[in-house]
């Protein structure tokens, strides 16, 4: 009745007005008090996005790689955190960095020491966080600092509003400038040079948490990341990039694709300095000279670290053996590591390399940008379902999810139909045949995409919901034509249009390729209008076959609509979790692949169910 209807649709709004005044006012009837780690630490600050929480709590924080030749005092410190797991610390500086001379002594500012004689050189900081890595870039007496932060709130209410004045104004001195963007997209749209690029153990364990770390793409750490880089230095410039020694090894990798591709010698152009768990990465876009090799050996004697490549010097002998247990040990894996960074690099056959050894450290591309996925096709079912499970894995989340939705469509969907014969035993699996392949098909196409326009926009949530809201509004448009086409000619419409996507996805990569790197020089809003121009067009593709799928099926066996939702939902959870698998072993290229086999299969289910 219009009654019901009017108070339904009253109530509906009061629901949603309480969420979105408290969001516009600021204020929270509730809040996070305690968090993973910090039970009992007082909260200074704390704030959520779209993406992340930002915390800071009243607590000194560590250093990972501090040499122990420094016995002097440190300064004071606040414990800044993101989704109480990626740690970074604010430093109480003072206005003449006379506090932060410690920084010498730090490991992830090694690079400097080659800079330092220089003088006046220029740096970029790929995830400032507290402002260490600027700080040391000024203590060595950088010219001109710049940061990317990829978190707002960072940027500009943690260091640039409530801890100001307690970091020393780090971020807003007249010889720093830090952009909110994403460090990957800042360097492929700047046109400017640097003498170093620096980039500390910049990534996020937050997923971990859900036991999904190895599930997160990273372009950060591919080898275009690595071209860009590479290309944005100065004549004698250098990336120096801090990570642990357990996941480093691809690193090296990705530095040697990147010099085949750029023609040099990675093995003349790298160095590798150890402390504990943690090593650097020295990468020059030239060879490293007599002089630069013996200062950089000086240093590391003298701070008491461990070279575990240099040019010219003997790497570490054989290590013991890695941990065979399934029970993480870091300090076993990395004692097992020391050695493979020089046989690496020296090896005359990468190719076998990779080949014999344990994990997968072949380079990340932006196809496969799975960085911290090192585990082999071959071991990938005794990993997820193995002990390690126990402490959180992603191909454990992902295998499960896969299995429990195949399971479910089989038992739900497939078994009943079988039993009842669908009430046409001769046309129900051709007919649920191309729903499935439109609903597997859809999400394989639609991850895929969404990770080609994350590099274009900046972010992944801006990909995300760019991504989505595009090809959501096309499918709508395309779902609204198609009811003007005559019954008569939909089997035909719907067949050219799935041809046509498949064409497409087999096609994407190099029809958008040259699309995004001709819009990357443009301001965000730019680029989401042509990200918007460029998926309406295909989401209109896609939102035809599955309403003439239905009128179809409404006039001819109407009795089959309720399975063929159902089975065109239950796929869609299947192929969402299934884009990820193929991604993450072949690439995001071979996903496309597959959904364009996907349409091609639906297209012919279709003209068999008509014809049947």
């Known amino acids: 009745p219009p009654e019901r209807r009017r108070l339904t649709g009253l109530a509906g709004a009061a629901l949603l007005a309480v969420p979105v005044l408290g969001q516009v006012s600021g204020l929270a009837t509730f809040d996070v008090t305690d968090t993973k780690g910090h039970q009992g630490d007082r909260i200074l ?99 001109q600092v710049d940061g990317v932060e990829i978190n707002p709130i960072i940027a500009d209410e943690v260091m640039g509003d409530r801890f100001l004045s307690y970091s020393g104004g780090i971020y807003r001195r007249p010889n720093v400038h830090v952009t ?6 800042f360097v492929n749209r700047s046109a400017n040079r640097y003498d170093i690029i620096q980039a500390s153990l ?35 410039g250098m990336l120096t990039i801090t990570r ?12 040697q694709e990147a010099c ?35 200062r950089l050996r000086q240093v590391t004697e003298q701070l008491q670290f461990q070279v575990l490549y240099m040019p010219g010097q003997p790497t570490p002998g054989p290590s013991p053996s890695k941990n065979s247990e399934s029970e993480p040990d870091d300090n076993a894996r990395v004692a097992g590591m020391l050695a493979d960074y020089g046989r690496l690099i020296t090896t005359p056959d990468r190719d076998r390399f990779y080949a014999e050894y344990g994990q997968d450290v072949r380079p990340t591309t932006d196809d496969r940008p799975f960085f911290f996925h ?71 196409i639609e991850v895929a995409v969404l990770q080609r326009f994350v590099l274009l926009l900046g972010h992944p949530v801006y990909s995300l919901t760019v991504t989505l809201f595009s090809l959501l509004l096309g499918t709508g448009i395309g779902a609204a034509l198609s009811r003007r086409i005559e ?39 730019v680029r989401i209008l ?61 996903t496309l692949q597959v959904a364009a086999v996907s349409y091609l299969i639906g297209s012919g289910a279709l003209i068999t169910a008509e014809q049947s």
């Open 45 to 143: 600050f704390s704030k959520w996005n779209s993406f992340s929480r930002i915390g800071v709590y009243e607590r000194q924080h560590g250093d990972w790689s501090l040499s122990p030749a420094y016995t002097g005092p440190l300064p004071d410190t606040r414990f800044m955190d993101i989704d109480s797991a990626a740690s970074t610390p604010i430093l109480s500086v003072a206005p003449d960095l006379s506090n932060a001379q410690y920084l010498r002594y730090e490991l992830t500012a090694i690079g400097y020491h080659l800079l330092e004689p220089r003088g006046g050189f220029s740096a970029l900081v790929i995830g400032p966080g507290g402002g260490r890595d600027l700080v040391s870039a000024l203590v060595f007496g950088a010219r």
């Open 180 to 185: 909110v963007d994403d460090g990957r997209s």
């Open 202 to 236: 910049v990534d996020t364990w937050a997923a971990t948490a859900a036991g999904a770390y190895t599930l997160t793409e990273n372009t950060l750490y591919t080898v275009e990341a690595f071209t860009d880089y590479y290309d944005h230095l100065s004549d004698d």
């Open 244 to 255: 642990w020694v357990f996941d480093g090894l691809r690193l090296v990798s990705l530095a």
């Open 260 to 294: 085949v591709r750029r023609g040099c010698d990675a093995a003349r152009q790298l160095a590798i300095i150890r402390h504990g768990k943690v090593a650097t990465f020295l990468f020059k876009k030239t060879p490293f000279t007599p002089d630069e090799l013996a």
């Open 374 to 444: 090192t585990t082999k096709l071959r071991d990938q079912f005794q990993v997820a379902f193995g002990r390690t499970m126990l402490f959180g894995n992603g191909l454990s989340a992902l295998l499960t999810l896969m299995g429990i939705s195949g399971g479910l469509v089989l038992l739900f969907v497939l078994v009943p139909l079988a039993v009842s014969g669908g009430g046409t035993a001769t046309r129900w699996f051709p007919t649920l045949a191309y729903f499935a392949c439109l609903g597997a098909g859809f999400m394989l």
């Open 487 to 525: 019954t008569s000619r939909l089997v035909r419409t719907a067949t050219v249009a799935m041809v046509v996507i498949a064409a497409l996805a087999l096609l994407w990569v190099t029809l958008v390729t040259p699309v995004l790197a001709w819009a990357m020089p443009f301001s965000r809003p």
């Open 530 to 590: 042509i990200a918007v121009a460029t998926l309406v067009p295909v989401g209109c593709l896609l939102g035809i076959p599955m309403p003439a799928g239905l009128r179809l099926l409404a006039t001819r066996a109407p009795q089959m609509l309720p399975w063929a939702w159902g089975i065109n939902g239950a796929l869609s959870v299947v192929g969402a979790t299934a884009a990820i698998f193929i991604a993450m072993n072949w690439g995001f290229s071979h």
